[in-house]
């Protein structure tokens, strides 16, 4: 299984970008979706994560209310979309497959190589 993180690029503080992760197919243990981050100078962190069935989201406090999680389960894609985007933002983004919807990254088994953005005037 592959998954390739795409969208990512320069934005101004409060702008918006879409970040997409596509899979080469679902693998067979796959129940939650989810994206982290890694600023400069940072760990990775949490951004977000959803259920294979769409039902259940959950975010880290530093993007609620800006940023949404979805997916397609029949092209086997998450999404992020991301709005008023902040300096703080900036980081590349992985997209990973795992098991079960969670925060922390020992969960998840599949990951993509990551997608840059960056936020700057």
């Known amino acids: 299984v592959q998954l390739q993180a795409s969208g990512g690029g320069l934005v101004q503080p409060g702008g918006s970008l879409r970040l997409s992760c596509a899979a080469t197919?679902?693998?067979?243990?796959?129940?939650?979706m989810g994206w982290f981050r890694r600023g400069p100078g940072k760990e990775r962190e949490f951004v977000a994560a959803?259920?294979?069935?769409?039902?259940?989201?959950i975010y880290a406090d530093s993007v609620k209310g800006r940023f949404t999680i979805s997916r397609d389960a029949a092209e086997i894609r998450v999404y992020l979309q991301m709005n008023s985007l902040t300096p703080e933002d900036t980081a590349v983004y992985y997209c990973?497959?795992?098991?079960?919807?969670?925060?922390?990254?020992?969960?998840?088994?599949?990951w993509g190589l990551g997608t840059q953005v960056t936020v700057s005037s």
């Open positions: 990973a497959f795992g098991p079960s919807v969670a925060n922390r990254s020992a969960v998840y088994d599949h």
């Open positions: 197919s679902r693998p067979w243990n796959t129940y939650g």
């Open positions: 959803i259920s294979w069935s769409g039902t259940a989201t």
